[in-house]
């Protein structure tokens, strides 16, 4: 069946980079975009990316010049990296093909 | 950007009564092939989003029919018949017309 896994960091120092993987299972990612959702604590959902299926992606503007997303079709894994992390960015983070949506991993931002 | 607003519940909702929860587009998400590029979601407590309802009214696979979704280009309704414990979450409009896609701020329901 079709499955998402998030994983990484629980925790990153200010300033540092977040690395996250999307490992996908039951489905292509030459098939299906897969977009990158986070959500701070007791707050609304930010979309913050999408790698679709064929290799493109888009951005959210507010986030543009910290992150970028890629991914490996032969690992089925999408990569998030986002640099310069602050506070503001702890947060669940989740992959989601829309109808399928990962577990989310929780990441702190803190010293 | 497109601005998605979302209106309250007068929680908490008796049992077995209905509700409705509103969300409003800053821009009209009724494209040139005649759908409604809006999805509605649901999350539970201490559980991801689930996807309930994808171009205004089409309900996702395995939902329950007491969901419903409605609306025109820019105003819409998801309705919610005979209330149950289950159905007791976060709810967020989306919409997938332009990039970013943008979410509603969520309206909460709660059970009597």
């Known amino acids: 069946q079709v499955q998402l896994k998030e994983s990484g960091p629980g925790l990153v120092q200010p300033s540092q980079t977040l690395s996250l993987t999307c490992t996908v299972s039951?489905?292509?990612?030459?098939?299906?975009?897969v977009h990158w959702v986070r959500q701070p604590p007791g707050k609304g959902l930010e979309w913050m990316g999408r790698?679709?299926?064929?290799?493109?992606?888009y951005y959210n503007s507010a986030l543009k010049s910290r992150l970028s997303i890629s991914r490996d079709t032969s690992k089925s894994q999408v990569f998030l990296k986002m640099n310069s992390l602050q506070t503001e960015d702890t947060a669940i983070y989740y992959c989601?093909?829309?109808?399928?949506w990962g577990q989310g991993v929780m990441v702190t931002v803190s010293s | 950007d497109i601005v998605m607003t979302q209106g309250a519940l007068p929680n908490p909702v008796p049992s077995g009564e209905s509700a409705s929860i509103t969300c409003q587009s800053s821009?009209?998400?009724?494209?040139?092939?005649?759908?409604?590029?809006l999805n509605w979601y649901l999350q539970r407590p201490g559980q991801s989003p689930q996807l309930l309802i994808y171009?205004?009214?089409t309900r996702a696979s395995g939902v329950s029919d007491r969901f419903s979704g409605s609306g025109s280009g820019t105003d819409f309704t998801l309705k919610i018949s005979r209330v149950e414990a289950e159905d007791v979450g976060v709810y967020y409009c989306?919409?997938?017309?332009?990039?970013?896609?943008?979410f509603g701020g969520g309206t909460k329901l709660e059970l009597k």
């Open positions: 989601t093909g829309g109808l399928y």
């Open positions: 039951g489905f292509s990612l030459m098939d299906y975009s």
């Open positions: 790698m679709k299926y064929d290799g493109d992606t």
């Open positions: 821009k009209s998400l009724l494209y040139s092939d005649g759908k409604t590029y």
């Open positions: 171009w205004m009214s």
């Open positions: 989306q919409q997938f017309l332009e990039f970013p896609r943008t």
